[in-house]
């Protein structure tokens, strides 16, 4: 048999062994014991790398991730103080301690063989939930999440604002423990910058209801006193001279001092045609706003 030949049988050889010690440190990687799984559950905590979190195989929400990447404190010193396997072989209890935020904490991860790999389960989350005095949603970062409903997070502390951080102002701030839960409340205000996007949406309203059309809108503050002059109207074209000025509540608005013409073309009472023209200088709508996540919506009475 010539050199040649012996070399790739020799090369195809070491291949095989290569491939089972890859092999066989897989199967030893995905059957790592209940202590070693919570260890390198808490060292991804510690990191605050949300990649390293996902790597463990806890299963954990694309927004709990976003949000782990904007947590203000991480865990520190984290360690295993006990290890209890049940029965069957497929569960344990681990007990931990940790420090958060310069206070020491204790738990217990519950952990499971999923895919024959130990990993924790949804005991290493916590969850909050958190009211605001205005809007429908917080922000986390560049997470949000909905007021007043429980959100499972990653243990660490996280800054919880009110949403959208363009508009509103106020923040708190909130320790997630593992199987812990949390309640917060953010004390929101309107930023000015909220004052000029109602503004900015109120004339676009406005717009749609100054249409020429053959009766008032309806959530515009229009009325036209010409049911003493007209039998029948056939058009309304209109004219703004100035928009109404918008002032915001936390659930609502008032916009006064608007200027409107409204031109009223129909069949006076006496039957024959008319054409009269009508003038307001106080212009006033009123209505609701809610904050979303997005933006503010006004809705006009």
Not at 121 to 141: K, M, P, R
Not at 147 to 174: M, N
Not at 267 to 283: A, C, I
């Amino acid at each position: 048999m010539s050199r040649a030949r012996w070399w790739l049988i020799g090369g195809a050889t070491g291949l095989v062994v290569v491939a089972g010690g890859l092999w066989l440190w897989q199967s030893t990687a995905l059957s790592s014991t209940p202590e070693h799984a919570a260890l390198d559950y808490l060292h991804a905590l510690e990191s605050g790398d949300p990649d390293a979190v996902a790597a463990t195989g806890m299963k954990v929400s694309t927004s709990a991730l976003d949000a782990f990447d904007a947590a203000t404190a991480l865990i520190e010193e984290a360690r295993v103080t006990s290890v209890r396997e049940d029965a069957d072989g497929a569960s344990a209890a681990v007990d931990i301690e940790f420090v958060l935020g310069d206070a020491a904490q204790g738990g217990q991860l519950r952990l499971g063989v999923v895919d024959g790999r130990w990993s924790v389960d949804a005991t290493g989350l916590g969850t909050v939930t958190v009211d605001s005095s205005i809007g429908s949603e917080v922000a986390i970062g560049d997470a949000t999440m909905p007021v007043g409903k429980s959100i499972p997070l990653l243990p660490a502390i996280y800054t919880v604002a009110a949403a959208p951080a363009t508009l509103l102002d106020g923040d708190s701030s909130v320790s997630v423990l593992p199987g812990g839960k949390t309640a917060a409340t953010v004390d929101a205000a309107v930023r000015p910058e909220a004052t000029a996007a109602a503004q900015d949406q109120l004339d676009d309203h406005l717009e749609t209801c100054t249409a020429p059309a053959t009766a008032e809108a309806e959530g515009c503050g229009i009325r036209i006193p010409w049911g003493t002059e007209f039998r029948e109207v056939s058009g309304i074209r209109y004219r703004i001279d100035a928009s109404p000025t918008i002032t915001l509540t936390p659930t609502g608005f008032t916009a006064e001092g608007g200027a409107l013409v409204a031109t009223v073309t129909g069949t006076g009472v006496n039957g024959e045609s008319r054409t009269t023209t009508y003038r307001t200088d106080s212009w006033t709508l009123r209505g609701d706003i809610s904050f979303t996540a997005d933006g503010l919506v006004l809705s006009p009475w």
